[in-house]
């Protein structure tokens, strides 16, 4: 790990959430009640949309695929957190630092590339509804869940060809609870402005992108609830898109505060909580915001209870 002689870096530590102290048992817990809340909470889901046939129409064929990421993405996350947090020497080699790198930002792209597909499902059905059958057919959302995979692997391959290869020779240690693309980018003994550029653009394209398109889509769904003559009918018509809607801003909200706003003002330890609330909790309220806000899916799930009693 010296610069001077060349020796590369065998270990990178993660400081986390090093400053705690003895609070680091009780965020421990917290952790892990959140962990198991998420993968229960989603797992429920998709075993609902998959059992109950009243769910098996394009949005819940995309919710049952979010689902999927969350359980994966916090996956990716959590286990090697809840480990750390234990331990007194937080140590990661590069190449399970890599991979952590490489399937948070998959499935963070995938998920952006999803949540975008769902707000098209919204507009074709509140828009465009007797073109909803053909726009949004079984070929149509299998593409657009394949896609958003796709996307995932595209932009994440790209980064790491930008990443991978840079030598590792100076300082180890990084300031987050994961390894994320930017503090260990930054650890690099070599110039890094075209690995930060190039992530910068990836992030442009596979994340803003999605998010302008989830924008569009809203704001043509908003003008045709506007336009319905009944405030029975415009209630009605916001109650199916206000659950996505919810997830939505709290996914970008979170995220963008965590990568957008201006370095000057950041600090470590306020990144790495931002960081916590959409890697860990914001997973914890999707499934809530999905079935306490819907009628449909809590229906299925007093049918499956009652037949299950």
């Known amino acids: 790990m010296d610069d001077d002689n060349g020796t590369a870096v065998t270990e990178f530590i993660l400081l986390g959430f090093s400053y705690l102290g003895a609070y680091k048992l009780a965020l421990f817990w917290g952790v892990i009640f959140i962990y198991l809340v998420t993968l229960l909470g989603n797992s429920l889901i998709i075993t609902l949309t998959l059992l109950d046939s009243a769910l098996s129409t394009p949005m819940y064929f995309f919710l049952r695929h979010l689902s999927i990421i969350e359980i994966l993405y916090t996956t990716t996350i959590i286990p090697r957190m809840l480990r750390d947090l234990l331990s007194s ?14 399937f948070f930002a998959l499935f963070g792209v995938a998920e952006c ?9 919204r507009y074709a059905a509140i ?13 149509v959302c299998v593409g657009m869940v394949g896609a958003s995979y796709l996307m995932g692997i595209t932009s994440c391959t790209t980064d790491a060809l930008l990443i991978f290869t840079l030598p590792f020779h100076g300082p180890n240690i990084v300031h987050h609870f994961l390894c994320d693309i930017l503090p260990v980018v930054r650890l690099a003994s070599a110039a890094t402005f075209w690995a930060e550029l190039g992530n910068f653009l990836i992030s442009l394209f596979f994340i803003i992108t999605p998010f302008v398109l989830i924008l569009f889509s809203y704001v043509r769904i908003l003008i045709t609830i506007l336009g319905l003559a009944s405030a029975q009918g415009r209630q009605k018509v916001f109650s199916t898109c206000s659950s996505h809607l919810l997830v939505v ?56 209870l009652t037949k299950s009693l």
């Open 127 to 139: 828009c465009r509804p007797l073109h909803y059958a053909t726009l949004m057919n079984r070929q």
């Open 113 to 121: 590339c999803l949540l975008s597909a769902m707000a098209y499902d």
């Open 249 to 304: 801003l709290l996914f970008y909200g979170t995220a963008s505060i965590a990568y957008m706003r201006p370095g000057v003002n950041a600090t470590q330890d306020m990144d790495q909580i931002i960081s916590l609330f959409y890697t860990v909790v914001t997973p914890m309220l999707n499934p809530f915001i999905y079935t306490l806000r819907n009628k449909e899916v809590m229906g299925a799930l007093r049918r499956k």
């Open 89 to 102: 020497y937080p140590a990661i080699s590069p190449a399970s630092c890599f991979t952590q790198m490489y």
